[in-house]
């Protein structure tokens, strides 16, 4: 667990072409799409009917999720379903299993099946390009949904989470909140390589040096260790254990996710250090963390990554494609959203699946 040299993050991750005001000025490119609801991960059924032209009785949507093991993937699923009966078309999961073979079988499950629109959450990048062609021969319209592909992928857009932009409300909060005072930060990341996790690093990253750089004329940070946890709450218990006995001077962590950091919390509460220690998130707005933001001090802010919102999102579009519509941008965003303890109430729900 080497110190992170700072030099080196910064000129990796805030190449010009990287700065967040030229990501926004990207319009051409990607769309965002606002939700009209309070709290988008709410637990009732918001799902809605969708004008269409085209009688969508019979027509089947295909989803293929990489696992279903946390309730992320879980609420995902349950918006894509809800929001495809409620238009009355029938919806076909596939479960990946964790396992990128298994996951590529699914797919090819979902084609032979002869779905009308196949919604993809790939669980690696690269290895689901292949498929995305096959469906593309079918006459299948691929979206991606979640996660990201390699762009040699055939697919029509991707639809997620704005994870730089919400990335760098947490880091410019993060700046704001500390001031003058030195950050000495552990980042726990999902897994190596990923590119949601990468985006959502170097928005928080950017968010925090720019706000720095505006107010003090300097950077002020020292990433002290990034640590690997897997998108477990298991993996971040133990990373915190390990920063923890490695660097026993942390007082900031920050995180790609939600659950990367809420196992962790138990490591720090084991060290009575949840007065030292602030915890900033670049995303999930999940549920039990929202509730910490609520209650304590030490967990900080989130960024909202609705589930519940993607998933509408992504039958939306491919209720769009079936009539006819082919000018959508590579990248569909729904809208940034900081959450924090002003505004937290707003976006409980106890009951919520994430």
Known sequence: MKTINMKTILKQLLKPAMIFAVLLSLSSCVEEKTSTKANVNSSEDTSE???SALDLKGKKIGYATPSLNAPYYQALLQSIKASTEKNGM???????QNDINKQIAAVEDLITKGVDALLLNPKDPDALVGVTKVAKAAGIPVFIIDSSIDPSADFVTTIQSNNRANGALAGEWLAKKFGNKK?????????????VGRTRKQGLLEGITEEQLRTQGKINLDVRTQMYTEWSYAGGLKAMEDVLVAHPDINVVITESDVCVLGAIKAIAQAGKTDDILIVAGADGQKEAIKYIMDTDFYGCTAMNSPVQIGKNAVEYAIQYMNGKRDFPKTSFTAPLLITKENAAKYYDPKALF
């Open 183 to 195: 950050m000495n930060i552990a980042l726990l990341s999902g897994n190596a390589g990923n590119p």
């Open 49 to 51: 009917v969708v004008t």
């Open 90 to 96: 029938t919806f076909l999961s596939a479960d990946g």
